[in-house]
């Protein structure tokens, strides 16, 4: 099956709630693929898709490394391997050194899916405490992709999402409560 947009978010210090959020207004029939990229304890391997699956209507897994891409499904970066997206729309692992101290790394996702899906990707980057995210926000740009940040006094740590607003042109700095309603409308007039 051949996916032709995505979703991919962001985020460490602070995002997690956030995520919680957003996830639980996710419509049951959203059917583009979200892919998340949280900062995690690289050896607490269980736990957290569970957590985030409390709240949403839609299924959250860690995919396996070249697990094909599908619709309506949410996937969460595994601890301490860095997630990547494939040209034939698979995942693909790598254990490469970590990226601004983070493994998995969102620069390391966030380049990989403006690589693949260009202008058919939507970027968002939550709350977090340093710079990871900032490269890949500026590759989902220059690829003609939207870019989303949430608003940096609403963050729990700024410096994320702060690093983003000051050295790229981000298209969308928005509330937590007003991200969803905006990727919800952009994906049904962008794409």
């Given amino acids: ?41 690289k050896n607490v391997r269980h ?18 490394d070249k697990e094909q891409i599908k619709p309506n ?19 693909a692992y790598s254990i490469a050194e970590a990226v601004r101290y983070s493994r998995p790394s969102i620069d390391v996702l966030f380049t990989s899916a ?32 939207i870019t989303i940040v949430q608003e940096p006094s609403t963050c729990t740590v700024e410096t994320m999402t702060g690093s983003a607003v000051q050295n790229i042109p981000v298209q969308y700095i928005l509330p937590p409560e007003k991200i969803i309603p905006t990727v919800i409308s952009l994906t049904q007039k962008h794409f």
């Fill in 47 to 64: 736990g957290f898709a569970e957590a985030l699956n409390l709240k949403t209507n839609i299924r959250v897994i860690e995919p396996r």
């Fill in 114 to 145: 403006a690589w693949v899906f260009q202008d058919k990707v939507i970027g968002i980057l939550l709350s977090g405490a340093n710079t990871d995210g900032t490269d890949g926000m500026s590759a989902i740009y220059q690829k003609g992709g």
């Fill in 1 to 41: 099956m051949n996916i032709e947009q995505i979703i991919v978010i962001g985020g460490s210090a602070g995002s997690f709630p956030v995520v919680n959020v957003f996830l639980s207004q996710i419509p049951r029939d959203f059917s583009v693929p979200i892919i998340l990229c949280l900062h995690r304890l």
């Fill in 73 to 91: 499904t949410v996937y969460l970066a595994p601890a301490n391997y860095h997630l990547l997206v494939d040209y034939d729309h698979t995942f």
